[in-house]
């Protein structure tokens, strides 16, 4: 009842909302008797608190049903509906900018780049596809810490939304 209705947590794992998530290194061992260093940094998996009731602005990071797969991504709206904004295409060019309808939302990830699974992909996102809103990184795998969500776009994002008047 409580995931379902209110909040919970999950684990999120890759490296495509860095450095807002899984950014911190962990060192492991990895033993090859052929390199000098057997020290390997691998990223952590964060561990984040989401609500399910919420309002959504622009910055926020939501947990999605990917519309063409159905699996579950997290990742930062950077579009409202109403906005119009201009996706990333293969080589990180612009493409053609496009007016989100009534309850579209673009999702984009932290990292810059076109092939992560998100709005530069898939296209708008319905807001019903949309399940939760992140709003505390509670640790990862190797320490607890507390560190609020703020909402902010990331630097690749400016200059490509444009906000109705």
């Known amino acids: 009842y409580t995931d379902a209705n209110i909040g919970g947590i999950a684990l999120v794992e890759g490296p495509s909302m860095r450095p807002t998530l899984n950014n911190f290194a962990v060192e492991s061992w990895n033993f090859d008797p052929n390199k000098i260093s057997n020290i390997v940094d691998t990223p952590t998996k964060d561990i984040v608190y989401y609500e399910r009731e919420f309002v959504l602005g622009r ?33 990180n060019n612009l493409g053609e900018p496009l007016t989100l309808g009534k309850s579209q939302f673009w999702v984009e990830s932290d990292k810059a780049g076109f092939g992560y699974r998100d709005s530069s992909l898939f296209g708008p996102v319905d807001q019903q596809l949309i399940e939760a809103k992140v709003t ?20 690749h994002a400016e200059g490509r939304v444009k906000v109705p008047s």
């Open 136 to 155: 505390l990184i509670v640790g990862n795998l190797s320490k607890i810490y507390w560190k609020t969500v703020e909402p902010l776009l990331p630097s």
């Open 59 to 91: 910055g926020d990071i939501v947990i999605l049903r990917d519309p063409k797969t159905g699996g579950r991504r997290i990742k930062r709206v950077i579009g409202l509906p109403g906005d119009t904004v201009t996706p990333l295409t293969f080589g």
